[in-house]
């Protein structure tokens, strides 16, 4: 089956840690993206990639890093510079349908940093 | 970027429809209309997309007003696994970028 996978689902971290978030679809997508989701809140892109090698900023990226080394891998380092890091996130890719772009997203990981 | 305007949250009673409504003022000639859900613990799924004209798919339909500053979802008969969490968001067909607000927490009573 295709699909996006996202590993582990529940990730634990001490403060001052830095910590990678697995991101990998098998959907043969060109665009990836990696939001995050606070409780009662809606998605906020933090990084997003159009193709390989290549990423962009979204409106959250301070105190994460991301890179696109192969077309179906993402991964996403939290960084212990990133303030307020527990959270819930989501990885997704789109292709390219009817002049827009589906998105389809992964299970998502929550971590939580104490 | 464009904003959309939704109410926090809905109730259905099971087996009626459901009329999700989104307000986009600031909507542009080339952002296109996407609805996503999302339930608990889980990622957004795509429900529907359109521009101008209203769509229908086996999920749902869409209605775009005719000056789109709005747009409504219609669930055609609500089941307890439509309650969820429903995302009304723009995006310019030039960019990868999706803006997602708050949502309408849809509940659905048996």
């Known amino acids: 089956d295709g699909g996006i996978t996202q590993s582990p689902k529940y990730l634990f971290r001490k403060e001052g840690q830095n910590v990678t978030l697995s991101c990998e679809q098998n959907l043969n997508h060109d665009a990836m993206y990696w939001y995050r989701q606070d409780p009662g809140q809606g998605l906020r892109l933090i990084y997003y990639?159009?193709?390989?090698?290549?990423?962009q900023k979204g409106d959250i990226a301070e105190g994460y890093s991301v890179s696109r080394e192969k077309k179906e891998s993402f991964p996403l380092t939290v960084t212990s510079a990133q303030k307020n890091p527990t959270a819930f996130y989501l990885c997704?890719?789109?292709?390219?349908?009817?002049?827009?772009?589906?998105?389809?997203f992964g299970p998502g990981t929550r971590l939580t940093v104490t | 970027d464009a904003k959309t305007t939704q109410p926090n949250s809905m109730e259905s009673n099971e087996e009626e429809p459901v009329h999700l409504p989104c307000n986009h003022s600031t909507i542009s000639g080339t952002d296109y209309i996407h609805w996503y859900r999302q339930l608990p613990s889980q990622g957004p799924e795509y429900v529907i997309h359109g521009l101008t004209s209203n769509v229908n798919n086996r999920m749902a339909s869409l209605a775009i007003a005719e000056d789109r500053k709005s747009s409504t979802l219609i669930l055609h008969r609500a089941t307890l696994r439509d309650a969820a969490v429903y995302y009304c968001?723009?995006?310019?067909?030039?960019?990868?970028?999706?803006?997602f607000g708050t949502g309408t927490r849809l509940k659905v009573l048996a």
């Open positions: 968001i723009l995006r310019d067909v030039s960019t990868y970028k999706y803006i």
């Open positions: 990639s159009q193709i390989v090698n290549d990423f």
């Open positions: 997704a890719s789109s292709k390219y349908i009817v002049r827009t772009y589906e998105q389809y």
